[in-house]
């Protein structure tokens, strides 16, 4: 319609051809914008669902006990995952912690391999070593998964270093919990990381509970963006409902790191379980249960896009069709990978060689033991 009003304001005027053509690209790189817009709008969407069905399937497999160890997931919290994995590029660094399945999957690891970690299998990212908590995968430049509040900050803050040293153009991304921006590392991590211009953004995905702590009740400044205030550090929140503006944000602070400007980013979300799969969330009201109900980032998002002509039920159907055999494909791809050898639990534990690295199982003694003293009636050869 727009290119139809331009032509008909131009007729009587009678362009030269040029200045036609010229109008013509013009409306051609609109409409190729507006699409290429559409289609990664439904590239969000899609990537949320996948999201959101990897994890309550691991939740299933968890209670079926095919899953060992500690499971934390990332359900409520999609829109957040997707909008800030998109902002990076591949060669960008991401060090997370524990809620880490749907980062894996952005980053572009083989849901099966993610899934065959959960089961703890040979084909896992971490060759089954890891679990649910410590992915590692050096190719999609995911550096951990890790295990530890706030133990992934000072390693972020040290690769920044790195990529600093050695004048690159990569940028760090570390996400951390609410509830890790009370401890010491992230003070210290976010110091060192202002006073010598280092490119990572610092991201609080910020779900409301520490645990089953309110933010309220355990940070005198709730407003935990404003803490880069201390460091002279920019920092911003956005809404962890909307990918688009999850997006925008992250690519904002991602484009200031990368030109030596550190960065801290809020982002506000909920997460629609507990802490971690074994979690009854029992401390959170009926009235609470009940507003998250309305609150689900993909049913929200999935509403917009339809009103506005974007996605429809037909292709709604379709990616849940998609996504339900992807997931299915990747439970069923755990299962039949093997178990590790026992042999192979020390493989990995440095990237090169170390000397003396101790190799020893739980239950064997740290040194050989020593012989017993020989008495002297076993010397005579005399029987006790």
């Not at 990978?337 to 060689?353: G, I, M, N, Q, R």
Request: with cysteine.
């Amino acid at each position: 319609m727009a290119t139809q009003a331009r032509q008909r304001r131009s007729a009587p005027q009678a362009p030269p051809a040029e200045s036609a053509q010229s109008a013509a690209v013009e409306s051609d790189a609109v409409q190729n914008a507006s699409a290429d817009r559409d289609g990664q709008l439904r590239e969000f969407y899609r990537d949320m669902v996948l999201v959101r069905r990897f994890e309550e399937r691991a939740a299933r497999a968890y209670t079926e006990a095919l899953v060992g160890g500690y499971c934390h997931l990332n359900l409520g919290e999609e829109a957040a995952v997707v909008g800030l994995m998109a902002a990076l590029n591949p060669t960008d660094y991401l060090f997370t912690n524990y809620r880490e399945h749907g980062y894996a999957l952005m980053r572009g690891i083989d849901q099966n391999r993610v899934m065959a970690e959960l089961y703890g299998r040979v084909d896992g990212v971490s060759k089954g070593w890891g679990g649910s908590m410590h992915m590692f995968d050096v190719t999609h430049r995911l550096l951990g998964g890790y295990g530890i509040v706030g133990g992934q900050l000072p390693l972020a803050t040290g690769a920044a270093l790195a990529i600093d040293y050695r004048d690159g153009d990569e940028v760090v991304m570390c996400t951390l919990g609410d509830g890790t921006t009370a401890i010491g590392a992230f003070h210290e991590s976010l110091n060192i990381a202002a006073l010598w211009n280092l490119p990572i953004v610092f991201v609080i995905i910020n779900n409301g509970l520490g645990m089953g702590t309110t933010v309220a009740k355990s940070s005198a400044e709730p407003d935990l963006y404003k803490r880069a205030a201390a460091y002279r550090m920019e920092s911003a929140r956005v809404d962890g409902f909307d990918p688009v503006a999850v997006h925008d944000a992250a690519a904002k602070a991602v484009a200031a790191a990368r030109g030596g400007q550190p960065y801290l980013l809020e982002v506000v979300t909920e997460r629609l379980r507990g802490h971690s799969v074994v979690d009854p969330a029992k401390y959170r009201s009926a009235a609470e249960v009940e507003r998250l109900k309305h609150e689900d980032p993909i049913q929200l998002f999935g509403a917009k896009l339809t009103a506005n002509g974007i996605l429809d039920p037909d292709m709604i159907a379709a990616i849940e069709k998609e996504v339900a055999g992807l997931v299915t494909a990747a439970a069923d791809f755990a299962a039949g990978s093997p178990h590790p050898e026992v042999a192979t639990l020390f493989d990995y534990t440095y990237a090169t060689p170390v000397p003396n690295d101790s190799r020893r199982l739980p239950g064997e003694p740290l040194f050989e033991p020593l012989p017993l003293p020989e008495t002297a009636a076993a010397a005579a050869g005399v029987n006790p």
